[in-house]
């Protein structure tokens, strides 16, 4: 009966495994609909193995009875026999059980190491595109834009070459220098009329405001979205590191990247298998017994690295999606965006929007919403806190 609920749960991994890699449009509906499917499968182990030892309790009842109506020792014997035989089955069936059940949370643990890093890649690539250091810096500088531009070069052309100076190329590209200098030759420039000037300032009013007011913080969204993302290829290494953990018992020595690059869960399905049959054949021996649980212990002790890792990626994703939330208040914080929509640069609305999203993101597709609540914990643990 152990190799039919061997077979039962190697077709699930399989089964598991295909939907996994079909690319589904909702994360957590794959995450836990993956949670239902293998929690039915320790509730059916645990109610096969129930309904077993019921039999046998019932039957262990009986004879105790029996020992005692029974006065002949011939028949008292052989009363005793039968009763060692059931007390013998009872502790075969609980090592079995407990065999069987830390097969299911092998499995399920090696389902949630694949979602954890097909999410930490997504994140990675998130990371990536939501800004690179040019783009923050187009934003947040004025001397990308071109009106600023003009501006500039109309004040060096028409500046009086006695008291006017340039700029170097370091301090001409520091953005406050840039502006004071060009703002003071806008109004030094002796050769302009009032209303020049003004009309002048007034093309790149918003440029400036716009570029001053948020240049800090765009910086900020930068170089704290560069943290994050070497945090997450932290967190990656961690879990790549686990993946080796985790595999050891079963003497699979491919690296989780290959692995994944190169479709093998075919490969661990079979160095699990094998693994199974040779913890089957110990547990039919007495004189091996103590191999046998060793070897129930070895699939069991990656699953607590890997509670240690879920706790890590959690707090990776809680702080993520606080710096995201703190992103949006920054870029939400202009406070003349209304008056000054039109010279505004699209890619600031685009980074907004993006953030938004992010933030949505980290609340859902890459935080496995079931991770922490009763039913991981009847998975992982073989409880059940409702029975």
Known sequence: MTSLIRFVVLAALFLVTNVMTANPTDPNKEFNLLIEDLSQELQEVQAFYET???????RLNELSKALQANSSTEEKVALLIEKDNIQRLLKVNELSEATDISKIRYLKGLQIIKILYEKTLTLDHHFTSVATFNEINNLSNPNRYPEFVKMKDDMTSKQDKRDGFNLTNILGNNIYTSVVHTVVSLFSNSNATKTEKEASLKDVECILDFTLRMHNDLNTIFFETSFLQKSN??????????????????????????????????????????????????????????????????????????????????????????????????????????????????????????????????????????????????ILYGINEFE
Request: glycine share 4%.
């Open 233 to 378: 290829d932290n967190v990656i290494k961690e879990l790549e590191q686990l993946f080796v953990d985790y595999t050891k018992p079963i003497k699979y020595k491919t690296p989780l990247k290959e692995c994944r690059n190169s479709d093998d869960w075919d490969a661990v399905r079979e160095n699990l298998d094998s693994y199974l049959d040779e913890l089957e054949k110990a547990m039919k021996n007495d004189s091996e017994r103590y191999r046998a649980h060793k070897m129930q212990i070895n699939l069991e002790f990656p699953i607590d690295r890997l509670l240690q890792f879920i706790t890590i990626y959690n707090g990776h994703i809680d702080q993520g999606g606080k710096f995201y939330e703190k992103f949006g208040i920054m870029l939400n914080s202009y406070e003349n965006e209304e008056q000054c929509s039109t010279k505004i640069p699209a890619e600031y609305k685009k980074l907004k929007e993006s953030i938004a999203i992010s933030i949505e993101k980290f609340n859902t597709a890459y935080k496995p919403v079931e991770i922490n609540g009763s039913k991981m914990k009847q």
């Open 52 to 58: 077993q030892n019921n039999s046998l309790y019932q």
